[in-house]
């Protein structure tokens, strides 16, 4: 299990730098929105009381950054969000897609300060 | 000590392999050691679709043994060696490799053999019998040095001859002895039809032909001398006059025979030795030999169960039987030449089309005894289970033969068949293990065909199989599903209606009553349909705003780079140059590829999101709406220039398409809606090609519904004619809100119609005939929507909060900085995967404004 041992090596050469990327009155309320970190486009969805989601917005499927602009719901219980391309689904919470074993996007850390929106963004220590 | 009880089965054909099948698969299988003697080089194979080997298929494709089948299960197979032999006072069967083996049981399935009449000169090169894979490849190989061929006999194997020499490029001729065609099977009326269709497809047909002698001919191989005269000449020459049974080995060790040849068989099919059995074509029962499969494996399964010493008889079987002869359908059922006492017949021919139908019913017309179908065969199930259950007729039996008219074929349907109805008669499967199989989780056709065999032989049944699955699943509860989707236990049609009566306005409304879990891309987008159709809220709304697919919530086509496509409203695709222009000017402002549609209008790719609301205030300020090219909706109504300037037309298609188009802008429906009007009969606007389509005559309009194009085209129908305006659009009212009500998520009008009970007729009676009293109802619905219309555009860029989520990041005015234009006869499009490879990102693409 080489890669698991990798991800805990990881974690502990890392730290996570949150950075603060709207208020959270900017999300439409089980709909996604876009934010740019670090030159990454990440999607947040905010779920009202099922919490707040931020994934890849690069649909690695469709290769082109739509992911937020997906409907999001659950299939047997998993959050997920629809890929307004080609309609396959990706976890909200692990970034697997699920129906194609191959198919996986990043997902991140995200928090809400003072009605701000914050993504958490992995930085070597 | 031996504790097994060593079975010999002398011959490994389609019966001889049935009962091993049945042996190993019984409950006892452990008591036996299982040997098999097999004269031919292969396993056993599918005689019956033998003339498959024409159509492509290999020794292989027709294998009845899986690959390792015999192995896995302890059964040891001579191939290749003939039994020759049997000892019976020491019970010892020898081959003709010299293998002798001691045997507790033996039973033979020698099967039978081609009889070759004995005609001087049958022996003659060039000259064969149709009855193995051997046979088959041995005139594959003669044929191709011929030209001509003939088959002596026009009986069922006859006519299956016929068609592999047809097939292998020969002029082929049938030469039989009796005065018609499979004279066996069918009566002279039947013969004649059977006749008339074989020689239509250029096969010639000799009947009444006594062949005295084969000598050498003067043009071709082989000359063919008949009784009368004539003579025949030709290259090839396949006998298929009958069979005999391969009883040789049984008359050398004395076993009682049949007067004509034959084994003599008990009800176990017992021989008249207790310890030997025959089963199939070598069997005679009660002075009967039965040269189908499926009696054959009654025997096989009789013979297995007696010998695991439970109770089975076999007592005769019945001969019906259903082919395709040279393309041609042919059935025979019962008493098919009406010779019980008192017999009487219906008669249905059919002379263009090449039909012929016979009813054989009892004396007093209570009862079905035999039919004979040529040409088409669909009856035969039903008439088949009939006969074998001895059903009552119905009270006019000729409508079991007459065509069928398209309101549903008559019949009894497999409802009223008995559990203890055999479906499969190769296979001997009853209606009741059919349903058992269901019930124990065989719920596809695949899956009920491996788990009980039926329909596996010669697939007569296949069609009464799939009815007893879909009545079965139907009664069982799991039919169709209609749900939805996971989130709710209910089709669409029935969510249509909770959101009516239960004036329910919004999705979370909606799941919490009648729903579970956050819904999903399946029904969010459907339920907000429903919710547009019924209340005609705008679609953005915070509430609904989360429902939408991504091009209703941009209100825009996506494309496949996330950019959109924009396309305003042309009514009826008349536009003026000025409108013309504009579209021009704001397309180049904004740097957008421009193509036109197929639908007379204007599409603008390549914007995005963050482009959308200037667009779109531009076009607005230029007198557009919007098109709704983004939602299952009214899409356009297509026209033809009309009689205001064609010189044919004969109404004003043009003022009438715009008329339409704006009466029914923005509907939201379960699918696009696309429509057309023509002004003539010439038909230029393609509204038959439409969900509806209009059609000028000279007395008014000819309303067509329920076409479409797309991967499955379909026609419209004509619906009503000769209409006025008024009531044109009425019935369009009621029709689009009676699809809107009742239809599936995402089906189009065509499948809505054709899957509607009573189809066409049916939508008449509603629409036009109001039978069901809700035609003011689907008026007022209509009239509803088209009050609350507004252009969705035009409110959107009226909104300042809307316009703000018209952007591509919540935190940056940045660009997507993977959307690349490169260009191409003139104008942008999205650049492939290697040029964004050779791009300059740091410049932000290609063809992106600062």
Known sequence: MRGANLAVAIEFEESTEWMDVCALDDLVPWYGGCALVQGRQVAIFYLNEDGLYAIDNYDPIGKANVLHRGIVGDINGELVVASPLYKQHFSLITGQCLEKKEAHVETYAVRVVAGRVHIGVRVPD | ?850
């Open chain 2, 1 to 850: 000590m031996q504790t097994r009880t060593r079975l010999v089965i002398i011959g490994n054909g389609m019966v001889g392999h049935k009962l091993v099948e049945t042996l190993v698969g019984s409950a006892v299988a452990q008591r036996f050691e299982l040997i098999t003697f097999c004269e031919e080089s292969r396993y056993a194979y599918d005689r019956v679709h033998l003339s498959e080997f024409f159509n492509g298929k290999n020794a292989q494709d027709l294998s009845l043994v899986a690959e390792g089948f015999y192995s896995r299960h302890g059964v040891t197979v001579h191939l290749n060696d003939k039994a020759v032999a049997i000892d019976r006072a020491n019970k010892i069967v020898t081959s003709a490799r010299g293998h002798e083996v001691d045997y507790d049981k033996l039973v033979l399935a020698t099967g039978s053999y081609p009889f070759v009449p004995p005609i001087a000169g049958s022996d003659r090169e060039g000259c064969f019998v149709y009855r193995t894979i051997e046979d088959l490849e041995a005139i594959t190989v003669k044929a191709q040095a011929s030209r001509i061929g003939v088959v002596v006999g026009g009986g069922l194997l006859g006519l299956e001859a016929a068609n592999a020499l047809k097939s292998l490029g020969l002029e082929t001729h049938v030469v039989e002895f009796a005065p018609r065609l499979m004279a066996v099977q069918i009566d002279a009326g039947g013969g004649a039809v059977l006749r008339s269709k074989i020689e239509a497809l250029g096969v010639r047909v000799h009947v009444a032909k006594n062949t005295t002698r084969i000598g050498a001919g003067s043009e071709r191989l082989h000359r063919l001398e008949f009784e009368d005269g004539a003579s025949l000449e030709t290259d090839l020459v396949v006998f298929s006059a009958g069979i005999r049974p391969r009883d040789e080995i049984a008359r050398a060790c004395d076993l009682a025979l049949g007067a004509r040849g034959g084994i003599s068989v008990n009800n176990h099919c017992q021989t008249s030795d207790a310890d030997i059995y025959a089963i199939g074509e070598c069997a005679v029962w009660n002075n009967q030999i039965f040269g189908l499969v499926g009696p054959g494996y009654q025997m096989a399964q009789v013979a297995s169960a007696h010998l695991c010493g439970d109770a089975a008889s076999f007592t005769g079987a019945d001969m019906s039987t259903k082919l395709k002869l040279l393309g041609v359908d042919v059935a025979s059922i019962g008493d098919a030449h009406g010779k019980s006492h008192g017999a009487r017949a219906y008669t249905f021919i059919d002379e263009p089309n090449g039909i012929y139908k016979k009813l054989v019913v009892s004396a007093e017309g209570q009862h079905l005894l035999g039919a004979v179908l040529v040409g088409e065969a669909e009856a035969y199930g039903n008439l088949l289970q009939i006969v074998l259950n001895g059903l009552g007729l119905p009270e006019h039996p000729e409508a079991l033969i007459l065509p069928v008219s398209p309101a549903g074929a008559p019949g009894l349907g497999v409802d009223a068949l008995p559990d203890v109805a055999q479906i499969c008669s190769c296979n001997n499967v009853s209606k009741g293990e059919l349903c058992a199989a269901i019930r124990a989780g065989a719920t596809s056709l695949g899956a009920l065909k491996s788990e009980t065999k039926a329909s596996t032989t010669c697939g007569g049944c296949a069609p009464l199989v799939t009815q007893i699955l879909n009545k079965e699943m139907a009664r069982l509860g799991f039919a169709v599903k209609k749900d939805l989707c996971e989130h709710f236990p209910h089709s669409r049609q029935e969510l249509y209606h909770i959101v009516r009566v239960e004036r329910c306005k919004t999705f979370e409304e909606l799941l919490d009553k009648h729903g579970r879990g956050r819904g999903c891309d399946i029904c969010k987008p459907a339920v907000a349909s429903i919710l547009a159709a019924c209340w005609n809220d705008y679609v953005l709304q915070k509430e609904h705003a989360g429902l939408q697919d991504t091009n209703d919530h941009y209100l825009a086509n996506m494309q496949k780079d996330g950019t959109y496509s924009v396309i305003p409203r042309v009514p009826a695709g008349e536009i003026t140059p000025e409108k013309l222009i504009a579209l021009g000017r704001v397309a180049k402002q904004h740097g957008l590829y421009t193509k036109i549609t197929g639908a007379q209008r204007i599409d603008m790719f390549g914007a995005r999101v963050d482009q959308l609301p200037h667009i779109w205030k531009d076009l607005v300020a230029a007198g557009f709406e919007s098109g709704h090219a983004y939602a299952k909706a009214l899409r356009t109504v297509k026209s033809c220039v009309g009689s205001t300037w064609c010189r044919y037309g004969v109404q004003d298609s043009v003022g009438l398409a715009i008329e339409i188009e704006d009466r029914y802008k923005g509907l939201r429906a379960p699918h696009k809606i696309k429509m057309a009007v023509s002004g003539c009969t010439r038909e230029c606007a393609e509204a038959q090609g439409k969900d509806v389509g209009v059609i000028a005559t000279d007395k008014g309009w000819n309303l067509y519904v329920c076409g479409n194009g797309g991967v499955k085209p379909r026609h419209a129908d004509l619906f009503a004619t000769d209409l006025d305006k008024a009531t044109l659009i009425q019935y369009i009212d009621r029709f689009f809100m009676f699809y809107i009500r009742t239809a599936g998520r995402l089906q189009r009008t065509a499948v809505w119609m054709e899957n509607m009970e009573g189809g066409l007729e049916y939508l008449k009676d509603v629409i036009i005939h109001d039978t069901l009293g809700i035609g003011a109802e689907l008026e007022a619905e209509m009239a509803a929507v088209i009050d609350t219309y507004e252009c969705e555009w035009k409110k959107t860029i009226e909104d300042p909060d809307k316009v703000k989520r018209f952007r591509h990041f919540v935190n940056s005015d940045k660009k997507d900085s993977n959307v690349i234009f490169v260009h191409e006869r003139g104008q942008i499009r999205p650049a492939t995967e290697a040029e964004k490879l050779l791009a300059p990102r740091a410049r932000g693409g290609l063809n992106q404004l600062p």
